[in-house]
């Protein structure tokens, strides 16, 4: 009876499509500009238009949008 015990299995490989998952948000994570970068970029527009309210969500879309055609 001491011949039939059962081996283990091995691990679990990564499926493919994980490991791909992974490589994109890779690539993502770098190429997107950090938030500082797109804060102090927005703060500017905000200054180029002598500081008016209302326009706060406007000028952080354009600051990230144009971070990343800089960053492609």
Do not use: C, H, N
């Not at 011949?3 to 791909?20: F, L, S, W």
């Not at 997107?32 to 527009?45: G, Q, T, V």
């Not at 000028?59 to 960053?71: G, S, T, V």
């Amino acid at each position: 009876m001491a011949d039939t015990m059962k081996k283990a299995k091995a691990p679990a490989k990564p499926r493919k499509t994980a490991v791909k998952r992974e490589k994109v948000i890779k690539a993502a994570m770098q190429s997107m500009p950090s938030r500082e970068k797109i804060e102090e970029l927005a703060r500017a527009f905000w200054a180029q238009r002598g500081y008016q309210d209302g326009f706060a969500e406007q000028d952080w879309l354009r600051a990230e949008q144009q971070l990343l055609k800089m960053a492609s």
